[in-house]
């Protein structure tokens, strides 16, 4: 559906391909299911490569196995996300940037939308998808979400271009016993290489810096009991990452995993990204979608990666359940 859209609206993407490197035998049932799983999805042209074909593809990689995608692509997507934007006002939607609701109340049967900068909205019915912010907007309409919101920083490095160490995508095998991916490389439609992302605790939702800290979100996140439990499961791994965090020589040897001739004079420090990860009182990161129906209201409560890929598929879904739950008609989704 993405592609369809970006050829429809002159958005440029790259079928650049993509490979899953498995690096020691544990990995091997691991790549075979994924295999599996992609081929059961419809996913064109995968296939299960030895080293010597991935040498071909990626000739600075290493692995026993691996799985190559040719359909993988990459797109900019504040390209996608503006395109989107036109269109929808373009059918008379009316969207308000940098003004935050703050405070939802219910007045005669509507739902009134206080915000930081502009007038109320007085809505019948709302869809909520504040990321980040989910389940304090949810929070504002008075539902209890049985899960919060904790952020985690994704910091990368630059890869340096000119050893041409990495062509396209180089991931590593997701293990389901832990709850991020790990480090890998990623081709930019600019032809940038990016490396990372960590997955490090932050102290502020929007908290894309180091030293980025909220008193009252954290105060909040420490009052949560999902938090502590969340800590007891995964402290060395937590702390792990931290280290990561301030030492590029622990993040270049994640890298080197998968890449080893790489060293930390190929890398400078890039961007970062906030993960807003939905974890539950147990202590347990929800790693599927969660989305909370109330008669006048839909939370978005967990759209984890690759939900800007899946944005349109999960448009549509959302949009079902609007109708249904909202009594809606008349409506084309
Ligand atoms: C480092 C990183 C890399 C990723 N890479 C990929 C990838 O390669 N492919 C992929 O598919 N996915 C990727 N993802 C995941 C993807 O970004 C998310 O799954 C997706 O953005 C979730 O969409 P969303 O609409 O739920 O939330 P968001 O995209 O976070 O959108 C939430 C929106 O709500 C707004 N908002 C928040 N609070 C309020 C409020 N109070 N009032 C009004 N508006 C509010 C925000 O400003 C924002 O615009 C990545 C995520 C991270 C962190």
Redesign the pocket.
Known sequence: MLTEFCEANAVPYQRCGKVIIGTDDTDLARLAALFERGKANGVAGLELIGSERLREIEPHARGIRALHCPTTAIVDFRRVAEAMAAQLVRSGVLIRRAD???CVRRSGGALVLETRNGSPVEAGSLIN?????SD??ARMTGVAPDVRIIPFR?EYYVVRRDRSLVHALIYPVPDPSFPFLGVHFTRRITGEIEAG?NAVLAFAREGYRKRDVQVAESLGMLAYRGFWAMGSRYWRMGLEEMYRSFSRRSFVRALQRLVPDLSDEDVTPGGS????QAVAPDGTLVDDFRIVETPDALH?LN?????????LAIGRHIAGIAMRSFGLRGYRC
């Open positions: 935050p609701v703050v998808c504040a990321g980040l912010h304090s907007v994704g992302p990204g906030v993960r807003a978005v759209a984890p990666s690759p939900a800007a890929t899946a944005s």
